[in-house]
């Protein structure tokens, strides 16, 4: 914790988007005009009870919620504990991106915008973006590395099935920095017909602040459903983070509630102390990067390119803003898991629940299976369950492979 003397929780972030010493809006010259548009069209319409209704309906109808707080009883009685995981991978696409890229399309229509712009790295993005895009009938260009477009095909297939464009970014390593920088030059150059649509809490305000309210339906939805089905509030919640915002989703309403401990979970991947890991606040250092001032990896400490950890979605050195502050505050605490860890706890749900869970919800459900010791059977806890893990199998098959040998027959077991 920092000795820096930070604002309460309430006032968080100011109305120039800091959280504390983190966030703000570091940007080009070009950048401010359409951010400063952006900013002015959330407010207005954040609050407004046609754009709240109409956000409520496509929740309903499109997507699927309110997702199910679900009682896993064999994963409780596993891990000694009452384990209810939040559905989000029961959303329309299977994860809870769309959450926010259906809120911001909608603002974008209300803004009178005609096309949108997003930047996607492992493609769930990218398909919840161009979905929404199709959903409400506007043009969509979808920015992606070259490798990313080779690395996740499939993405790429489903994105253009719906109408988008994939835009190849063809300079640096061809993955997720080339294609924002790529995204955000389109973005500059349309930005009268245009709306950049970001799918994290990360980047220049008001997207911290913005993602975070559309994406915390999750945890408004997970404190209504405790309240009804336990009659109190959780002992523990607990979610992975990337750039965070299924976390701060399931967070932000429990932030207040003292008693309730709150755990964000890190992709350690093959350990912090190696170069390969996306461990952000274990390891990090406050710095500036895509337009905010927030926790990062320092440059040199991982290896450039490739993959960091076992799950493409956490797979980002930085992370928001909000959460970096909810670290030096000490309220949220932060916790890194190997992959190892990861592919035995996604098979332990696989196999306990019937759930085949993606490997990002994964490192939560990893983190629970560490503590295993430390559990009571009467303690409540919810896991946010982000996504749904079949868009993993390949690189499970993959593994499991390199691990076992070619030869290791049908994967009845994975790794267990
Ligand atoms: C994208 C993704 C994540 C990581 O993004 P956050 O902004 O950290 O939530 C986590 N889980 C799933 C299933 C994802 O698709």
Known sequence: MSDQKLPPLAAVPDEKGFFGPYGGRFVPEP??????????????????????????REYLAYSGRPTPLYHAERLSAHLGATVLLKREDLNHLGAHKLNNCLGQALLARRMGKQKIIAETGAGQHGVAAAAVAARLGLACDIYMGEEDMRRQSPNVTRIQLMGARVIPATSGDKTLSNAVDEAIGAWVAEADTAFYLLGSVVGPHPYPLMVRHFQSIIGQEARQQVLEQYGRLPDLITACAGGGSNAIGLFHAFLGDEEVRIVGVEAGGSGVETNRHAATLTTGTPQVIHGMNTYCIEEGTVTAGGNHCIAAGLDYPGIGPEHSYLKDLGRVQYEAVEDRDVM???ETLCRLEGIIPALESSHALAWLEREKADLLPDQLIIVNLSGRGDKDMDELIRRRNQALGDEAGPPTRLFC
């Open 344 to 346: 035995r706890a996604f």
């Open 31 to 56: 950048l401010v005009p359409p951010l400063e548009e952006l900013t002015a069209a959330f407010m207005r319409y954040r609050d407004d009870e046609d754009f709240q209704a109409e956000l409520a």
